[in-house]
């Protein structure tokens, strides 16, 4: 089981926590913050670097994140691709707290395929 380093807030006063790769959802670049974003279902979490080397990172540690847009996606944890919005889904069905990430319009077949070969449980609706 592997972790990322990451701090609940923006600066890091509230110290280090370590959190489970598995645990990811999605990160995202705030320019506001200067910070990778990193959502689970539960949280938010801020760490240093940019999306291009925690990409490779991961990739390069077993994982399957994938760039969707300005964003990577945890491509093991999408259950449902919503084609109409162009958004990943992490739980079965969508609600009004569902957490989601978005996708290109324009290359969002190809990502669709991608995302589709890598996990082929996702429910397209």
């Known amino acids: 089981m592997q972790y990322l380093t990451v701090s609940r807030d923006i600066e ?19 320019i506001p913050a200067d910070r990778v974003v990193v959502h689970t279902m539960e949280e938010q979490f801020y760490m240093n670097g940019t999306l291009k080397y925690w990409s490779g990172m991961l990739s390069a540690s077993g994982y399957t994140f994938r760039n969707v847009d300005r964003n990577l996606v945890n491509v093991d944890r999408i259950m449902l691709i919503d084609s109409v919005y162009k958004k990943a889904y992490f739980e079965p ?24 070969a890598y996990n082929p449980g996702i429910s397209i609706v």
């Open 93 to 116: 069905e969508i609600h009004k707290g569902s957490k989601c990430c978005t996708m290109a319009f324009k290359r969002y077949n190809k990502i669709k395929e991608e995302l589709l």
């Open 12 to 30: 890091g006063e509230s110290g280090i926590v370590n959190l489970r790769v598995h645990d990811i959802l999605f990160m995202e670049f705030s």
